[in-house]
């Protein structure tokens, strides 16, 4: 059982998409805390160090040190994201980045937990172009990640994180079902049980969503889309000015 779990990542890990009533984001790294703390009889510590907007490189270069000098005995990055996104992108150049996580981890004594997202590529403009990147990120994950030491979690394979009703309106992050969605697949491949008041969460059971935020309408692109592109044309990021929401381990209330 882990008792130091810090994660590493972008928007996905630091939780957009699952936004509590008083405005704090939750997402699945703080949920798979929570589970591994209900189901540990010591104390479980946790740090989250994501940052929304994030490359894969700033990644590494601002939260590897920060995460390993805490000492964890698990440590998650799920990264590439924001690089698919743009024009050009390197899939050797992602997964190299993530095994220099992965060996400094595993180096420092962690177990290291190696995810992938949801795949959202059904209902976002160039979908065609993610679905194809999302895949070959996907074989090359699994080829340099199944090995002694390394949990990899593909949920980017599971099919039922293409339905809608896992999404939030901007059809890129994950809503509260969603990231419950992807803490359930995590604590199952660590063999951690999953609580059992999360199924109250499962998407698969409600109403279809409305038409209107299926499709991509002209709302959608000036809500979402033309704001991002903006972002793009100015060098600007989402993250910019953001510090990690848990930079240091705090003990976890399974309560």
Known sequence: MYQRFIAMGD????????????????????????????????????????????LLGPIVAEQLEPALVQA???????????????PRV??????????????????????????????????????????????????????????PGVTLVENWADARLTDTRYWSADKLHLNASGHTLIASNVLTALGVPVPAEWSATDASGAPAAPAAQRMRTAAYYRGY???????????????????????????????
């Open 225 to 255: 889309v033309l704001p991002w592109i903006g972002r793009r044309l100015s060098g600007k990021s989402s993250g910019d000015g953001r510090e990690p929401k848990i930079p240091l381990l705090t003990a976890v209330d399974p309560a």
């Open 90 to 147: 390197e899939i050797s150049r992602v997964v190299g980045l993530m095994s220099e996580v992965v060996e400094a981890g595993l180096a420092h004594g962690a177990h290291m937990l190696v995810l992938s997202g949801g795949n959202p590529s059904k209902q976002l403009p160039l979908g065609a172009l993610m679905q194809r990147r999302g895949d070959q990120l996907a074989d090359a994950a699994r080829a340099a990640f199944t090995r």
């Open 11 to 54: 928007s996905f890990t630091e939780g957009v998409g699952d936004e509590l009533p008083d405005g704090r984001l939750r997402g699945w790294a703080d949920l798979v805390a929570l589970g591994l703390a209900a189901a540990s009889a010591a104390p479980v510590s946790y740090a989250n160090l994501a940052v929304r907007g994030r």
């Open 72 to 86: 964890p005995d698990l440590l998650s990055i799920c990264g590439g994201g924001n690089d698919m996104m743009r």
